[in-house]
């Protein structure tokens, strides 16, 4: 396997119960670059390796254009300055070699000097030539045309040195080297047909792939030829150190007690890296243009809560053993843990590193960050009440719950936190108020705090709030938009703003379970539900099933439900101008839809086939702390939350369409199998196509009633060529979204993300749309109403 393979891998998979790779696949290997149109780690991390190396330089500005194809004429200097020999061209472009590559064209050295490289290789096209690239055998090099697969790999395998002799002989003249070249590793992550036109993107990860691969005969990578190197393996002790002339930014290791520090102009690397044993990849001047973790071991970042000499206590009450002998990184030093664990301060970051055998070989302690990570505002006026956390920064955005604000937005006791990054103040008003149920480890190390039955993780800048609280006290949380407690008040002087859908209430006893709008998670990183026990039982517990309601507690282990005070819609819902009654949305609205008393769903515009939403389908509009519209329910607008199939019903005697039959349970079997039963009393034949929804009315506990059914339309003789698709691939992880339309003579109507198609005659579901089309050019089309009223085609049918 290729160098680059073994040493590229991201995160480690941990081999020991509990151990948990911490490096971001994005940080880990430095696949990011300095081109901002880049959003494959893969591709934008060789892209960075070739910028720092002078193959690339972009398409101007910070852009690569990824998806671009190449021509030959720039696919050839890329390939002369991959091998360090670009400061030749200029002397080659005055000669005429080929009769379209005159002395005037931009590239015509880069071409002259490739074909007059002797290389050792077959002719891309069948000739029989020992340079870099040929001509297409009429005196001409086509600059202009797109190069493809097979010819950017022939040029590359040439520059590797594999010649006529060393690749096996085919039908084609491209066959021996896209199979050598699979075989060395030299195409990994790029598969493409021999003709197929080669984008910019794809040709940036075979250059990298050809940096790491050993020449024909070659004991080193090729990037040893162009005077780089690859490092034997150090830890990461800083990626913003400074050089002995003052150069910041650069990567100070440790290998044993040998401390070195390497200039870098690669884009800043993520600071996750910093502990992490890592090979360096040099370039010719030995700065730094790639950092590859290693690939054995695992690693573990735990907060300390009590230091002992053989073991440390972390947050959790977990005991994890520290030989005395163990190696300590720290401040760019090395020390023994019998040296420093005393110093140990509750609260501090450890980062433990384990052997693939799940020894423990080192522990790195991140130098502490003195500044702030967030504020609160405890009070308003003249100036930003944050620029504590912006410091000298000019030029910065304010974006408070999502939308894009000013100053005069932020309001006392909001929260904020600054990404220096992107220099943006992200503010939340999210409050949680409730009873100060527990805190852990210890009141004076606060590093989670309990309220609602949700255990929420404490920043710094709350520590001092806290200690002004007792457990068994009502507090309001102050919390960023994640749901880490920035800061902590009485409830008398701020209050709840947590909205949430209520997912339960048990109607005998009031217990609720709660689930926030805005998601919210434990120390753990898993999403929390609010819990305790409410006033509503019985009937009023069923009308609150399901509801928007606010959160907040007054009692232990007791909640208060307080459902949303909105109403209803005042105009028409213009979908495209993101309108509701001429009044704007707000930029992040969120969008939710009920049927009957069915649970609230989250939905997307793009499910809203419909141009307008007329107000006697809109349920609830809420608004945000500007008067802008935030949220909206709507009533059974999309026809998304029913599943849809073929009707199983549990029949007793009745009557429908002359036919006897009256149904205690309905279900559906669609291309996922059979839907679970509803209680239903509608009168649904076995056999029919149909849509069903459930409520949120339980009968026992197992089975919820009906909430709502729909019986599918048809339309017949629907040919293949009456569907129109849009690319988006049809199948049940993306149920929203539809993949396309249908054409029928008085119609048009959009196909459902998740339509099934089914064959009547063999009584088989069809894996895909595609199928069912192949198999007929008769198809059944069922849809559940109207295009103008939102409806989709949710069956396709064959004889």
């Given amino acids: 396997m290729k160098l680059k393979r073994l040493i590229a891998s991201l995160l480690v998979v941990a081999t020991l119960c509990g151990l948990t790779a911490v490096v971001p696949a994005s940080a880990a290997s430095g696949r990011a670059s300095a081109f901002t149109d880049i959003s494959d ?15 690339v330089n972009g398409t101007g500005g910070s852009s690569f254009n990824p998806s671009g194809t190449l021509t030959r004429a720039e696919f050839c200097k890329m390939a002369v300055e991959v091998m360090g020999k670009g400061n030749e061209a200029a002397a080659q472009a005055n000669r005429t070699i080929f009769k379209d590559v005159k002395g005037g064209n931009w590239a015509s050295g880069y071409i002259n000097l490739a074909a007059s490289t ?107 030829t162009l005077g780089g190197k690859i490092l034997d393996e150090a830890i990461i002790l800083s990626v913003d150190a400074t050089t002995a002339d003052n150069t910041t930014g650069a990567i100070q290791t440790i290998a044993g007690e040998t401390v070195s520090v390497y200039k870098t102009d690669h884009v800043p690397f993520d600071a996750s890296l910093c502990g992490v044993r890592a090979k360096l990849v040099l370039d010719k001047e030995e700065k730094v243009i790639a950092i590859t973790p290693s690939t054995s071991g695992s690693q573990r970042t735990v907060t ?18 520290v030989p005395t002998e163990t190696p300590v990184y720290q401040d760019g030093v090395m020390k023994l843990y019998k040296d420093i664990y005393i110093n140990l301060k509750a609260g501090v970051q450890v980062n433990f590193h384990y052997s693939a055998t799940g020894k423990l070989e080192y522990l790195f302690i991140p130098t502490a960050d003195t500044a702030e990570t967030a504020a609160v505002a405890k009070a308003t006026g003249s100036g930003n009440p944050f620029s504590s956390l912006v410091g000298g920064d000019t030029g910065y955005r304010i974006v408070k719950n999502g939308v894009t604000a000013s100053i005069a937005d932020i309001r006392q006791y909001d929260v904020a936190t600054y990404d220096k990054t992107t220099k943006t103040l992200h503010v939340s008003d999210l409050r949680l108020t409730g009873v100060y149920e527990n805190v852990s ?40 938009a994640d749901g880490q407690v920035a800061g902590v008040v009485s409830s008398s002087e701020a209050k709840s703003t947590t909205v949430g859908t209520v997912t339960s209430i048990d109607k005998d006893t009031g217990y609720a379970e709660i689930k926030p709008l805005l998601e919210l998670k434990d120390t753990a990183g898993k999403l929390i539900t609010l819990q305790g026990t409410s006033s509503y039982k019985g009937d009023s517990a069923a009308k609150m099933t399901g509801q928007l309601v606010t959160v907040s507690s007054s009692k232990v282990k007791q909640v208060t439900l307080s459902r949303l005070s909105g109403s209803g819609a005042s105009g028409t819902l213009d979908v495209n101008k993101r309108t509701l009654g001429g009044e704007a949305l707000a930029d992040n609205v969120y969008l939710y839809e009920r049927v009957g008393n069915g649970a609230p769903a989250s939905i997307t515009f793009s499910q809203l086939t419909r141009a307008t939403v007329p107000s006697s389908k809109i349920s609830y509009v809420g608004k945000d702390y500007a008067g802008r519209i935030n949220i909206i329910v709507f009533d059974d607008v999309t026809g998304d939350q029913y599943t849809y199939g073929i009707a199983e019903t ?85 149920p929203t ?63």
């Fill in 737 to 799: 979204t539809p993949i396309g339309t249908i054409t029928t003579s008085n119609m048009i109507i959009p196909i459902a993300g998740n339509v099934a198609c089914y064959n009547r005659t063999t009584k088989k579901w069809f894996a895909s749309l595609d199928e069912a089309r192949a198999y007929s050019n008769s198809l059944t089309i069922y849809y559940d109403r109207t295009p103008e009223e939102g409806g989709k085609v949710r069956l396709v049918v064959v004889e």
């Fill in 650 to 734: 549990d029949q007793i005697e009745g009557t429908f369409n002359s036919e006897k039959f009256y149904n205690s349970t309905i279900a559906v079997e669609n291309n996922n199998g059979k839907s679970a039963d509803l209680v239903s009393g509608a009168a649904i034949k076995a056999g029919s196509y149909i849509g069903i929804t459930a409520s949120l009315d339980t009968v026992n506990s197992s089975n919820n009633r009906l909430a709502n059914w729909v019986e599918l339309k048809s339309v017949s003789g629907v040919s293949r060529a009456d569907f129109e698709l849009n690319g988006v691939t049809p199948g049940k992880d993306n």
């Fill in 441 to 480: 480890p210890s009141p004076a190390t606060p590093l989670s705090v309990t309220v609602l039955g949700a255990t929420l993780p404490v920043l710094s800048s709350a520590y001092e709030d806290l200690a002004k609280f007792k457990i068994g006290d009502i507090v309001t949380l102050l919390l960023t």
């Fill in 41 to 55: 780690p893969q591709v934008a991390g060789a892209a960075e390796i070739l910028r720092l190396l002078g193959v």
């Fill in 118 to 224: 002797p290389i050792g290789a077959a002719g891309e096209e069948g000739g029989s030539s020992d340079m870099l690239m040929m001509g297409k055998g009429d005196a001409t090099f086509g600059p202009g045309d797109v190069i493809t697969f097979a010819q950017a790999v022939t040029v590359m395998m040439r520059i590797l040195g594999y010649g006529a002799k060393d690749i096996a002989t085919g039908s084609s003249w491209y066959g021996g080297y896209l199979a050598t070249a699979n075989t060395i590793g030299l195409t990994e992550g790029v598969s493409l047909s021999w003709d197929s036109p080669i984008t910019r993107g794809q040709t940036a990860i075979l250059f990298e792939n050809m940096l790491y691969t050993k020449p024909n005969g070659g004991k080193d990578p090729y990037l040893t």
């Fill in 304 to 321: 300390v809560v009590a230091p002992e000499i053989n073991y440390l206590t972390v947050s959790g009450g977990e005991k994890l053993d």
